[in-house]
C-alpha cells in the first residue's frame, strides 16, 4: 500500500537553530514528491518538486533532498515567519494518485 | 489573479441539509480536485476531473457529488449531510494532472450538528 509517513509531528525551535523534517514514503513508481506550506487557516502553498533520488531544491532558508526511500526538508537559522505546518505529498504508485502525510507543525520562537 | 476562490469560508449545516461548495479558478487550469483534511489525518481525495465534463471519484467520494460544466468551476455536493463530514475542505486546481504542482483555495470549515 503507498504510504506517506511524516516526522516528527512537532517541532519547536529557537530562532536560528537549523533542523530537518523527514518524509518518508512506500511508492512504487514514485514520479514526484511534493512539499508544501500551510499556514493556518490557509490553503496548502506549494514550495518545491523533486522528481528523482539526489535532486535537491532550495528557496531562501529551506532545502529539500530525496533520496529512494524519504525526503529531507532541512531549515537553515529559521525564523518566526517560517512557523507553519508542513506537508509532504507523493505522486505515482499503483493508483498515479496525489498521497498526503499529516504534516510537520514547525513553532519558531524568537 | 485570484488564483482559487473558495466560498463560502464557514458553514454549520444541520444533519440531513444539502448544500454545495463553491470553488472557481482563474488559471485556465484543466485538473481540479477536491480533498477533506481532518486532524491527526492527511488531506484526503474526496473527488477530481481532468476537464470539463469529466469527473471521478477519488479516496473519500461516499456522500459527495461533483460536476465539471465549465473549465473555471468545480463545485462539490453533500447530499444529505452527517456529522462525519464535518471537516475543512480545500479544493485545489493544476496545469493538467495531479502530478503537477496544486494551487490550493483557502478553504470551507464545515461543521454539520
Known sequence: ?110 | NAGVTQTPKFQVLKTGQSMTLQCAQDMNHEYMSWYRQDPGMGLRLIHYSVGAGITDQGEVPNGYNVSRSTTEDFPLRLLSAAPSQTSVYFCASSYSEAGQPQHFGDGTRLSIL
Open chain 1, 1 to 110: 500500500e503507498d504510504q506517506v509517513t511524516q516526522s516528527p509531528e512537532a517541532l519547536r525551535l529557537q530562532e536560528g537553530e537549523s533542523s530537518s523534517l523527514n518524509c518518508s514514503y512506500t511508492v512504487s513508481g514514485l514520479r514526484g514528491l511534493f512539499w508544501y506550506r500551510q499556514d493556518p487557516g490557509k490553503g496548502p502553498e506549494f514550495l518545491f518538486t523533486l522528481y528523482s533520488a539526489g535532486e535537491e531544491k532550495e528557496k531562501e532558508r529551506l532545502k529539500a533532498t530525496l533520496t529512494k526511500k524519504e525526503s529531507f526538508l532541512h531549515i537553515t537559522a529559521p525564523k518566526p515567519e517560517d512557523s507553519a505546518t508542513y506537508l509532504c505529498a507523493v505522486y505515482g504508485g499503483a493508483t498515479n494518485k496525489l498521497i498526503f502525510g499529516t504534516g510537520t507543525l514547525l513553532a519558531v520562537q524568537p
